[in-house]
């Protein structure tokens, strides 16, 4: 029991982070975001050879055996530093690929995610933006050797840099909850399979899929044909908690700008950090950054251990995506006019925290887990 | 106490009604969209003209200023409709210097702007803010100085909106170095066309448009100084108060909460999401505080109407309205979860994306025309007598 | 439309606090509270010399025609004075009488109960503290010219000082909902009915009520018979408002003394009341209180004319519920040690404030009335 | 980071819980309700002994002292089995005066007072806070002054919880009258029967006591004093912020919705309100907002065991988990209803209506042991280096 970070997660940190600042300045940050590019390459292929994209994967196809907690931390800078890549969405496939695939998916996907060739996305969500399994809706016939999809995703993350698209569908119709689940990795380009993007707070690239009887080979099935539930609900379990990650570094960052803001600016004759009002303020975001990281800690701590974490994941989640905005609400107060002006770079962090808190669940939908959790639901 | 309308009242508000019906176009919304944060098109000047020679802006103020001596709670039924018609004139923010100019202002000064203003063919930006502070506008540094009979001004103003579409600007700047803070400030009413004034847009967040204004060696005559020299800050602290009454500020905090709960009522979305009990408690809870927000304006306005300054009412309205805005904001992010992300552009998005654009501007109304920090030290002073600190 | 006290109202605030500072001393409401009696019998009689309980009801009966809004700001002063008779109990059982009862009901009750003669009580919530007139089961059977009442009812008010209880029951079995309820008039010492008292945070005097087999004439049927659905929905709302009444006028007690007491305490070297955090709770508090009072005010004043309220009051309710303790823990917070001691005045209004706050409707339940008539709730 | 416990620690773990098992008797639950407010009874007495003699009370501390180098993660499990099974022995509290005598105490006040501590035998009531100022301890106005070998002491404290059942007052008073505020305190240890002590009981709300300690002229030998003259503030200060670490605080936080949890899932009236999604809803929310409150206690514990004194972590722990302790009462309130009024001595009230009980008295987490506002002021200025203010 130590919930602190050891030697090793702090070298992580630190040379993640350096690297960040030096390689993800915002200036970089604004560029992909107004358009001109959808990520940025060179941040992509240095992340590959830092070995970033491997962590946690086995060393056969590349990666680095390390505890999935290093990934959380990893993913901590990533939110820090808005690293315009699309890591989460990659590794979120590429995690499951490497849980439930066969050998040989394995040898001819992982090698080339984790050296940063190929690019993954995951298609979970659908219309009312429901984070029960039972929502998933989208129809696929076996029909001879292939899978037939039809129906639509929504919020799917990173599609458009993607080359395959792992697709949680529903195989057997008229299956309910868990069950009649299939996993299926989709070319991004298939026959039938259309896409618009959807303009977002974050400026990210998210997009609806419309898929019109798009036929997939069986051999693309990831796990089980049918059984594919249990995974689907770890897929989107492990998207939460690095989702997390990124909320809780993005948010320390812009809690320290404030800090250092508070001060320097001066009013009334003073810095306004010395106004208690001010102090209070800060006192409060610090003590809410600091309990969403700790939850996010244990959360990432116990999916390391193999450990069931449903539990931690919805209470990190729940907790985060409302104090990790205030805290940067409060952040704006203090920085008042300028926080809303794009020109000043605390709106970076803002936007993001906020587009974050408003994704892969709600706080209303996670305690709603919790409660499950904790076993109130009366029988 | 009386909560209701009368039927004058009443009267006057199916008045407004229709002409808003007869007079807002599908082509006036269309440019509204159009023109988001690019300041006002014609359509949007030509109805302003419109309302003002119905005589329904200051309409509360004398008949002698092209007033009409009207009730107070017909001007805020004015506003409530205007607002609740979707209409964003911001007619509240521009004449919110009359009343100062009523009473400080020259004759001259009150007979040009007054009738200017009820007409909408005179709009003032606000040059209060400074870079260097924001609440605090005893520190401001733009300066004023004497050359015979005209003042040059130099310095420079931040997050002034609407510059780039009024036709003057309300500017504090600093007459008197040597004098205490508060005391050697002055207000002068400047054409924004003046030889020597910059406007350079500001972005934010919402993609709408504030201003910095920059002011090299602008001269102006002496006539256009309001009320005397060096009692600027007296003048402005008192329009500052007074402008914060009435609807459509109060309108401005609960706007997104009502457009949510229209949402929430006919947009299947919508009712989708209320079929989850837990996010019905979460808009009762809103709409419970709503409320508030819309009582206490009626309260200050009943103040105001039997001529009682409020001591800290308008504080309260300025802390719980704003705080409020912000909350529903961060309330409703939580009910509609990733279609709350999504902006403008897309079929998907509610309400044309404009969730996340209200998101994101909510923060405004906590901070701008005086922090809510700095209307708590108001209301903890002024209206409960608390001490100031000594340390 | 002016949401101010006008000068009349202004003058019954003014008299009925004066009078209850002077009546109803904090020494005489701890010495009810400690036991030795149920209420102050003197403070009764001269509650009803003054016509208080009389406010509303018809000259006919020796009442004084006024508006709902008068009974309002009376009770906010009785809330505020903490006045040791049972005022609440008897005008809502007296309110609803005088609403629906036959021309020889209120001939024979009201002008006892408005000389302050006879005391009534309500019977209302059973088992779960549900609000919804649903939750009503009592058993009340037709037996010849007889109701025979069976079941329970909880947090009965004032019944041990009462003659006589209004009691909600439900008359045809079976029936759900507001059908086949009846309002019924029991005599506090019939056969069969059976109380235990119920000991509370506020130290008022609430009944449980056993009913077994109680025999009641259907002379005592207050209305029609099993028609009294809409009559027990008006009763509670009756109750609620004037609870909120009574909460806003103590929370304007506490907070009062808490300004005071800012001003004239010392730390630090200055009166706490000087500091930044300090006057930012007085804020705090002023506008939660405010805030409660202006809803309740609104409710009252459409209760005045006629109209619907359900809406007004169950907003009011909801706030009141969460703001006004809120405002009195603030001010417990700032008073500090002494506001957890006994002797200390403070608390005899703070546990009356969170006493209130937990009866007549918890704020879930009211908000759950509110998003009804909001009309968010999909048909 | 390691959010586990070792297979030494869970075998420590089933040690305690068997201990407990075995020692705590229905008897001894019946004298603590019977006791309640009253002190500490003959049983609860024994139980401390044995505890004391299984070396658990401060078990962390150095050999020397009668404490076995135990690791304080240990310390944290004994602490936390101790409170999830009720036993109301607040061994924190009176512990919590042994860091300052280890590290500012004579040779022979360690010899003394540690073994004694450890074993229970000896037990400290908090002599700091005065009628004039709680908070504001260096404002304090008890005398002491010195007369040959001893120092008499005049004055009086108040909020003294446990003064009736201890045997020693740990008490701050002033040694030099004309040094600034903070410098001329010093701390002594002055037996609890010492003459001219005079002890009178005040009652809470929830029907618990503390008292008010009247010194006059209370003769202690000079050996009574804690470390050096003049120093007792900065000694004092230290024991405070190292006092607030442990499990016995954070379950102090967290019990009241950890009883009503176990109320919602084996109570049938618990199970009914609990059909409510609503109150689900709230009642996960809580579970949340306590996972922070462990998981502080966990941080400042970590931070220790490593040797590092936290700048503010422990600050935080006393913002967090009192404000969630009445945060959590008032939305239980909202759940429970009229149920959560009940008083004991009703056969309806939940839980022998500790509720209310524990709904009045969580106010004190908010202000005892510093309030949440010298808590925020020590996070933003200590840990965040905030400046001081000017004004």
């Known amino acids: ?379 | 106490m009386d909560f209701g309308y009368s039927e004058d009242n009443e009267r006057f508000r199916q008045q407004i009604k229709d002409f808003l019906k007869a007079n807002v176009s599908r082509e006036f919304r269309a440019e509204v969209r159009e023109m988001q944060g690019k300041g006002m098109g014609p359509l949007a000047k030509e109805l302003i003209l419109k309302i003002g020679e119905k005589g329904w802006i200051g309409m509360s103020w004398p008949e002698e200023y092209g007033g009409r001596n009207a009730d107070r709670i017909d001007q805020y039924i004015f506003e409530e409709e205007l607002v609740r018609a979707r209409v964003p004139l911001n007619i509240g923010n521009f004449i919110e210097q009359a009343p100062a100019i009523m009473s400080a202002g020259s004759e001259a000064q009150k007979k040009y702007f007054i009738p200017r203003l009820v007409r909408g063919e005179v709009t003032f930006a606000l040059g209060y803010t400074e870079p260097s502070g924001g609440t605090d506008l005893a520190s401001l540094k733009t300066r004023a100085v004497e050359d015979g009979d005209e003042f040059v001004i130099n310095g420079q103003k931040t997050f002034t909106s609407g510059a780039e579409s009024a036709s003057h600007i309300y500017l504090m700047a600093r007459t008197d170095p040597d004098s205490p803070k508060h005391d050697g400030i002055s207000i002068f009413l400047v054409p924004i066309d003046t030889p020597g004034i910059t406007i350079r847009p500001l972005w934010t967040l919402a993609g709408g448009r504030t201003n910095e204004v920059f002011f090299d060696e602008v001269r102006i005559p002496k006539t256009a100084i309001l009320g005397e020299k060096n009692q600027g800050w007296y003048i402005g602290s008192k329009a500052l108060n007074l402008g914060r009454a009435g609807a459509m500020r109060y309108y401005t905090y609960v706007s997104l909460f009502e457009e949510t709960l229209y949402f929430a009522r006919s947009n299947p979305l919508g009712q989708q999401l209320m079929a989850d009990e837990i996010a019905r408690d979460k808009m009762a809870e809103l709409y419970c505080e709503a409320q508030v927000a819309r009582l206490f304006t009626l309260r200050s306005l009943s103040m105001i109407r039997r001529g009682i300054n409020p001591p800290y009412e308008i504080s309260s309205e300025k802390v719980w309205g704003p705080e409020f805005l912000v909350k529903s904001t961060e309330v409703v992010s939580q009910i509609l979860g990733p279609y709350h992300q999504l902006w403008e552009g897309s079929e998907l998005a509610p309400h044309r994306g404009s969730f996340p654009k209200r998101y994101v501007s909510a923060m405004v109304s906590t901070f701008g025309h005086g922090s809510t920090q700095v209307m708590r030290d108001a209301i903890a002073r002024r209206g409960l007598g608390l001490p100031r600190g000594a340390v």
């Open chain 1, 1 to 379: 029991m130590d919930v602190l970070l050891n030697d090793d997660e702090e070298l992580l940190r630190d040379q993640a982070r350096a690297f960040l600042i030096k390689e993800s300045p915002t200036a970089l940050v604004r560029e992909v975001e107004a358009g001109s590019k959808d990520y940025d390459a060179a941040l992509w292929k240095k992340a590959a050879e830092l070995g970033w994209l491997g962590i946690t994967f086995p060393e056969l196809y590349g990666g680095t055996p390390a505890p999935f907690s290093d990934l959380g931390l990893l993913f901590e800078e990533m939110g820090r530093g808005m690293a315009p890549i699309p890591i989460h969405p990659t590794l979120v496939a590429a995690l499951t690929i490497n849980e439930i695939g066969s050998a040989q998916q394995k040898e001819s996907l992982l090698p080339a995610v984790i050296g940063g060739y190929k690019m993954l996305s995951w298609a979970w969500f659908e219309h009312g933006g429901d984070i029960d399994l039972a929502s998933v809706q989208l129809a696929a016939k076996v029909e001879g050797d292939c899978l037939r999809l039809s129906g639509n995703k929504l919020f799917v993350d990173g599609f458009q840099q993607a080359d395959q698209c792992l697709v949680v569908c529903r195989s057997q119709s008229g299956s309910t909850g868990n069950e009649g689940i299939t996993l299926v990795l989709v070319d991004t380009d298939s026959e039938g399979l259309s896409h618009s993007r959807l303009p977002t707070l974050a400026g990210d690239i998210q997009d609806e899929l419309c898929f019109d009887d798009v036929a997939v080979p069986l051999g693309n099935v990831i796990g089980q044909l049918h059984e594919g539930g249990e995974a689907a609900v770890a897929m989107f379990e492990r998207a939460v908690i690095l989702n997390c990650a990124m909320m809780v570094g993005a948010s320390h960052k812009a809690i320290e700008m404030t800090f250092e803001y508070a001060k320097e600016r001066e009013a009334f004759g003073q810095p306004i950090g010395s106004f208690q009002a001010i102090q209070h303020m800060c006192a409060n975001m610090v003590t809410w950054v600091d309990g969403a990281t700790l939850l996010t800690h244990e959360a990432l701590w116990k999916l390391s251990q193999g450990l069931p974490a449903s539990k931690e994941i919805s209470t990190a989640k729940a907790f985060c995506n409302e104090r990790c905005p205030a805290a940067l609400r409060e952040g704006n107060q203090i920085h008042a006019g300028i926080a809303q002006i794009k020109e000043y770079d605390l709106q970076l962090w803002y936007r993001r925290v906020a587009a974050w808190s408003m994704r892969m669940g709600t706080s209303i939908q996670h305690r709603r887990i919790v409660a499950r959790e904790i076993d109130i639901v009366p029988k």
